[in-house]
Nanobody
């Protein structure tokens, strides 16, 4: 069964950096586009970054643009979310999700996503 697993979350001080990983078991993610989402306490799920299967183009929410970078390593079947300059408002559960669409934007509705991970907690606090 297709499974996505996020890792790399934790407690970090404001201004610090974390790298989240999303990897898949039993299948290759090459044919899928991927989105990173987060759900902050008391808020709905929001997309923060996407990366396309076709051309690896990326897109970012305005709240993270310039601080977060999404990338993929095909040899490791892993997609990363590098998060720099973390702020307390970045505290959330972060999820990765795969889509069969070859192109994604941060405006792409969540209905276009086919598989979701379980999430990893990121807490930004001093």
């Amino acid at each position: 069964q297709l499974q996505l697993v996020e890792s790399g979350g934790g407690l970090i001080q404001p201004g610090g950096s974390l790298t989240l990983s999303c990897t898949a078991s039993e299948f290759s993610m090459d044919a899928y586009s991927l989105g990173w989402f987060r759900q902050r306490p008391g808020k709905g799920r929001e997309v923060v970054a996407t990366i396309n299967s076709r051309d690896s183009d990326t897109d970012y929410a305005s709240s993270v643009k310039g601080r977060f970078t999404v990338s993929k390593d095909k040899s490791k079947n892993t997609v990363y979310l590098q998060m720099n300059g973390l702020k307390p408002e970045d505290t959330a559960v972060y999820y990765c999700a795969l889509s069969r669409n070859t192109m994604l934007l941060v405006t792409t509705p969540t209905d276009y996503y086919d598989f979701w991970g379980q999430g990893t907690q990121v807490t930004v606090s001093s």
